[in-house]
């Protein structure tokens, strides 16, 4: 079964382009923590789209965590507790793929032994197979929406390279 953990911020891009329920094709299952779960409810009010997520069968609610590894990773790290929160359960929990977009928690996810996949990965492989826009225009519309996407030109051109890559 091919398992994920996502992150607050890639869950919001996907969401914003419709194409959060694609990660089917990549993933079994893609468990949402608790802390983003509340992150991306209360900063963009998508409770009702995360219940439909939920009821497709690839989103589940993941709620085990060990806090105090995720209080250490915050504090020893400096990184969100909604990025903690995914990297303890992926460790707890043998997930073997971390999907967001920070590069201290993508840097913390090799350091675990994951893999680590960025939205701009993730929109290349969907455009490849035909199921997304091209991710330069994706990744454009995204930093006109008002969401603080940081993700470069340069790191969408690095992803196009490496989309015929498998995930696993």
Same mark, same amino acid.
């Not at 977009?101 to 840097?107: L, Q």
């Not at 994951?114 to 969907?126: D, M, N, P, Q, W």
């Given at each position: ?13 996907? #969401?914003?382009?419709? =194409?959060? =329920? ?16 509340? +992150? ?16 497709? $069968? ?8 060990? !806090?105090?590894?995720?209080? =250490? ?9 909604? !990025?903690? +929160?995914?990297? #303890? ?12 977009? !920070? ?19 993730? =929109? ?27 993700? #470069? ?10 989309? $015929? !890559?498998?995930?696993?």
């Amino acid at each position: 079964m091919n398992r994920a953990v996502i992150d607050s911020t890639a869950l919001i891009y996907l #969401t914003h382009l419709d =194409l959060t =329920l694609k990660l089917s094709q990549f993933f079994d299952v893609v468990l949402v923590p608790r802390i983003v779960e509340e +992150e991306v409810c209360r900063k963009h009010r998508f409770r009702y789209r995360l219940r439909s997520f939920y009821g497709s $069968g690839v989103f589940e609610k993941c709620k085990t965590s060990n !806090e105090w590894n995720r209080r =250490l990773l915050e504090h020893d790290e400096a990184i969100d507790p909604g !990025e903690a +929160e995914a990297l #303890t359960q992926a460790q707890e929990q043998d997930i073997p793929v971390f999907i967001g977009d !920070e590069k201290a928690a993508r840097k913390i996810a090799r350091k675990m032994g994951k893999k680590s996949v960025g939205t701009a990965a993730i =929109l290349s492989k969907l455009y490849i197979q035909g199921l997304a826009g091209d991710p330069r225009q994706l990744v454009r519309q995204l930093r006109r929406s008002n969401l603080n996407c940081r993700i #470069t030109d340069k790191i969408v051109e690095e992803a196009l390279k490496r989309a $015929g !890559e498998p995930i696993f």
